[in-house]
């Protein structure tokens, strides 16, 4: 709704939009149910002026020629996108980003989720220096509800509110909702407000895997749950009051895991209220989704937000097989149990190999270890011995989402690639009594070639806006230890045994975004002054694009190969360098709009995002966004492609720098830049530049890639963009190769 419209003598925009509503009552004259008569869900006045409800299609359409109306458009679900990797993304005590920002003290996160287990020793307030200040500015509150007491909050937690009208709404008001209240059923919102800002617990593990102290990438900031998920469903006019209460309650940072596929960012809840809340200076982190690894999946592929995807860690959970001639094989499994299958027997036979017969498993290789051909899912084949008397089984295969997904190990078996599997058949059926050995509970660390892209994280570019790159970085997102809720079971031994546990490894862009809306939370006690975009550029252009060992990142698969700014963005983040980035690409609310008027958005779709007629388009519009990465589509290999972009950076660095242009590119692309040098006298001041970008493909369907880093003479700073050309098909054609 526009709110200029809104007649004087009311004295609220609530009070306007139940009149409105009031006024289509008429509709219902022929009803003698008053409960047939719409009413108000929610109304909002931060993340959009308007109001959801449920109405009939004539209603809709008297609705729609009252004044002051804009737009509309229906209730639609959305995608949850579900220890060591603080170490792993180097923050310590010593120096760098953690000490820098005060481990994030009094910075408040504000989670849209499942919901919180207030209980878990995460989310306790101990040892939180000047724990009894909160933050002034927080307008926020604790609410009761079912099995959850307000008294529950504390220094650590201090809001908690729930929002499921729009369940009711969907599914009718017969509904019957398991919870209601802000305490958790599903895990998910514990998981990741854990894992963005969780309080310091030692002895954490998995069932004695990734022992140590979890803590939250900011582990003194400031929580508060806004449940909007829900077993019953999640609805986009739940998602946007969450949002819109968690810019009211004056949060610094808003983190949200879940997402809407293919919906235009008009009519996009998580772009309408991060708009505003990017206004306010509130950065918004988002997870981009887990249909990968085709292009074009993510969603949140939002310009003002951030975009997080996921990558696999140099960590890793197994076991050691160990056969009867001394040969060593390391595999993984995640079996729930302090116990080893000690030199047992080991069988492997064709009639059983296929693992897919319980009962023939049990008469053949009863009593001892089996081994599965990898011919079917390993997930069924460990169904299959957990239901037979076999007392160990090793499982061949070389599927990657197997290793990223970290599925439940339900019987003692181990899993090894295909070429360790080659070994350990050969021994089997070469040795007269051959025998094996299976330790559990093995943590390893140290892994090479880490981090890799995770095959599960969505690709861009974008649907919604696809001239921007996305995501924009990517963060450790498979297998992240994090709180749990007590009951509900996370592993299990046999068909009929399940265990519960403190803490889950879960796995997804889910748990890489809360790793970067940490770091953000981190940044923003750093750097107050810092414009959300300021935020987002700085982790951007310091992602690191090389792995452990000094090679470009690589998609994780059997046959591996290096990975395009598509599937990782810039790269891993990298919190310590993100501290002084040097440059930044900063932004502002009209620089949006005018990528929108672009976009050939109306005046109506504009205002639905922005609140207010004060943004236009009658300065100038342009795709040309002032943004920390560079993208450029090409129809056919036949058509070669020439685009300039115009950056202006911004000297966040102590004083005088002088910064030279290199470029690196591929497949017959040219880059140039001008100037290729960039002086600057001091801290805050603006230089702009012109990227040119000629490209002639060589083959159809190539993504090629490269990146433009400003290397200041001194050394201190190297800030690095990625520069990618893809087909204009790729956000609907996923069988794209990619060019290096």
Known sequence: MDKSHMPEFFTSQHHWYSSTISSLKTIHSTSSDENDNPSIMYSYDNALHGFSVA?????????KQTPG?????SDRAAMLDTTQTYGFLSLNHSHGLWPASNYGENVIVGIIDSGIWPESDSFKDNGMMNASKIPSRWKGTCEGGQEFDPSLCNSKLIGARHFNKGVFAAQGSNTKIGMNSVRDTMGHGTHTSSTVAGNYVKGASFFGYAKGTARGIAPRARIAMYKVAWPEGIYASDVLAGIDQAIADGVDVISI????????????????????????????????????????????????????????TERSFGGTLTLGNGKSYVGWTLFPASATVNELALVYHKNISACDS???????????????????????????????????????????????????????????????????IQYAQRTRHPSATIKFQQTIVGKKHAPTVATYSSRGPSWGCPSILKPDVMAPGSSILAAWIPDS???????????????????????????????????????????????????TTTANSLDNTGKPVEENGEFPQPASPLAMGAGQIDPNQALDPGLVYDATPQDYVKLLCAMNFTK?????????????????????????????????ESVAVERKFRRTVTNVGDGPAVYTARVSS?????????????????????????????????????????????????????????????????ILNSEIESGI
């Open 489 to 539: 079971p996370v592993a299990q031994i046999g068909s009929n045994v399940f265990l519960s546990n403190e803490h889950s490894l879960l796995t997804g862009t889910s748990m890489a975004c809360p790793h970067a809306s940490g770091v953000v939370a981190l940044l923003k006690n750093a750097h107050p002054e810092w414009s959300a975009s300021a935020i987002r550029s700085a982790l």
């Open 69 to 73: 109306f804009i737009s509309a458009y």
């Open 358 to 424: 319980p009962k023939l498993l049990s008469q053949v290789a009863g009593g001892s270890i089996v081994i599965c051909d990898p011919v079917m899912d390993v997930k069924e084949q460990i169904e299959h011995v957990s239901e037979s008397e076999v007392y160990g089984a090793i499982f061949i295969s070389s599927d990657p989402s197997l290793f990223e997904m970290g599925r439940r190990m339900t019987c003692p078996g181990v899993v090894i690639s295909t070429k360790d599997g080659e070994g350990v």
């Open 604 to 636: 109506s779709q504009i205002l639905a995002i922005t609140r207010s007629r004060g943004y236009n388009c009658s300065n100038s519009s342009s795709y040309d966004l002032n943004y920390p990465s560079f993208l450029a589509f090409y129809v056919n």
């Open 257 to 312: 895991s879940m997402g809407f596929d293919r919906v235009p960012l008009y009519e996009d809840p998580v772009a309408i209220a991060a708009f505003s809340a990017m206004e306010k200076g509130v950065v918004v982190s988002t997870s981009a989704g887990n249909s990968g690894p085709a292009l074009g999946s993510l969603h949140n592929g939002i310009p003002w937000v951030l975009t997080v995807g996921a990558s696999n």
């Open 666 to 730: 591929s497949n017959g692309t040219t880059i140039t830049v001008s100037p290729n040098k960039l002086v600057f006298k001091r801290k805050y001041e603006k230089r702009s530049f012109t990227l040119t970008l000629k490209s002639q493909m060589d083959k159809k369907r190539v993504v090629a890639y490269g990146a433009l880093e400003w290397v200041e003479e001194r050394g201190r700073h190297l800030v690095r963009s990625p520069i990618v050309v893809a087909p204009m098909n790729a």
């Open 55 to 63: 109405l009939l299609p004539e209603e809709l359409e008297i609705l």
